[in-house]
């Protein structure tokens, strides 16, 4: 994929980006610092404080991003790489391992994926992932190609839809709400419509002060289906840790469940020997393990952090590393 032209898109404010000192704690820890692809640049925090950590040692940061306006911004934000060289993709992090083989890189030294909807998507109406501000139904991540939100519904059935809401929003009355979406779906065209028909499902007038909106689980189910977060993450980590040199490491900040649950089951299973049933009375698999785990369980925002940026709260960071001769 050739790399995204080059924009006439202003940088935004700058926000310090969640976990940030963990994140370089980690790259710290890497045994080389040559190759570092980030692999939802955003708005470049992470990259830019990447680079100025890894000083001469980095000689290639490859920046991608599905949102083709995120990645103008990184790239207006990271203009001064100082002696490394980027190279910026229009991308999924699932494009990862094509995009290393056709840039003829061998290995990664470092990866980073921060997962989830940005603040800049969220407080941009016509990108549809909030019902803050009115704005078109669409809830793709990158809105040059795919379905939005609003076609998906029209196409969508009953089973379909309570499907998404129970799995991808874990919203409760899913059954109900599905229902209503299904015989409103030729109507549902903005983000003001689509909470107007939750809060009427559930025959609320409106949200008592202080709660979590009814819909705000409706969106997150939506915008999951919408961009096939869940789906593209679980097959993507197995290439992304093959995709790794000896010694390289990849981590991976979450921010709900569903993400952090795909990413702990696919670090613990890399990280063992042995994959078979429990109840195996010896090994079968021949599975053995390509990467340790940094640490155990999910790092957290501190107190300092969640005070700062209190959306940073439901923020998960788990980390591997590959073995040698793996």
Known sequence: MP??????????????????????????????????????????????????????????LVALDRDPEALAMARARLSDPGGAAVLYHHASFAEIPRLLREEEIPAASFILLDLGVSTFQLKTPRRGFSFASDGPLDMRMDPTGGSSARELLERSSVAQLEGWLRDFGEVRHAGRIARALYERRSSLRTTSALSAAVLEALRIRRPPPGEIHPATQVFQALRIAVNRELETLEAALPALIEALEPGGRLAVISFHSLEDRRVKQAFDRASRDCVCPPKMPACGCGHRASVQLLFRGARQPGETEIAENPPSRSARLRAVEKLPNS
């Not at 710290?28 to 708005?43: F, H, N, P, S, W």
């Open 3 to 60: 790399n995204a032209p080059q924009s006439a898109v202003e940088p935004t404010p700058f926000h310090h980006p969640v976990l940030q000192e963990e994140v370089r704690e980690l790259f710290a820890g890497c045994r080389a610092k040559r190759v570092v692809v980030d692999g939802t640049v955003g708005l470049g925090g992470h990259s830019a404080q990447l680079l100025a950590d890894a000083g001469p040692q980095l000689e290639l």
